[in-house]
């Protein structure tokens, strides 16, 4: 059974603090690994990640995949209260549908 | 700017009601899916579809039926809502090919069954 599992479950940084987010997964016929933010309640895309080492870059955030070692984590640097949301870990096969880990709650505090 | 519309943000419903969340994109996407949000269980596939017409079923099926009568719109429908279906359901959209994994999602609709 395919499986995503996201650590921490949960975070409380202050503004200016670095964090790592991670993704580890097993899937058969692993296709892509993505990064979502959920702020209020669409999830918005961040990342998609098909090729291992590869860094991905938006401003203060950034991610890589290791598929070797079947992991991915989400950087973001300098964070701001903006930052703070649920961030989703997903993991797409040969199917249609993407499976999704439970999410990592980041809260920066002022 | 690329959408995807659910009906109500907040619905409140009766046990044993039938109940419809309905779901539109404005993108001309081939997919649409329909995923439900617990606390600690994380995003979960309840029913998808690749095209008008077609259906199939996520990992919690149960419960639930999909219809797709026009390629943009998606309609999720409890026959007989239940307690333990109260959730928040997100709608989303993904386009044929190599882009089918970004999904753009609606803004939810929290559903509460009492």
């Known amino acids: 059974e395919d499986k995503v599992v996201q650590s921490p479950l949960s975070l409380v940084v202050h503004e200016g603090d670095t964090v790592t987010l991670n993704c580890s997964y097993e899937v058969t016929n692993f296709r892509s690994l993505l990064w979502y933010k959920q702020e209020k309640k669409a999830p918005t895309f961040l990342f998609m990640l098909t090729s291992s080492g590869i860094e991905k870059k938006s401003g203060r955030l950034s991610s890589i995949l290791d598929k070797k070692e079947l992991f991915s984590i989400l950087n973001i640097t300098a964070t701001q209260t903006g930052d703070s949301a649920i961030y989703l870990c997903a993991v797409s096969n040969s199917g249609y549908a993407l499976n999704f880990g439970k999410g990592t709650s980041l809260l920066v505090t002022p | 700017d690329v959408k995807v519309t659910q009906s109500s943000r907040y619905l409140v419903k009766r046990t044993g009601e039938k109940v419809f969340l309905e779901c539109v994109q404005d993108m001309d996407h081939e997919n649409m899916f329909w995923y439900r949000q617990d606390p600690g269980l994380g995003l979960r596939l309840i029913y998808f579809?690749?095209?008008?017409?077609?259906?199939e079923k996520g990992d919690i099926p149960e419960g639930y039926s999909v219809s797709r009568e026009k390629k943009e719109r998606f309609s999720l429908i409890l026959e007989s809502a239940s307690t333990n279906q109260t959730s928040m359901y997100l709608c989303a959209s993904s386009s044929f090919g190599t882009a089918r994994e970004k999904l753009f999602f609606g803004s939810g609709t929290q559903l509460s069954v009492l």
């Open positions: 579809s690749y095209d008008v017409k077609m259906k």
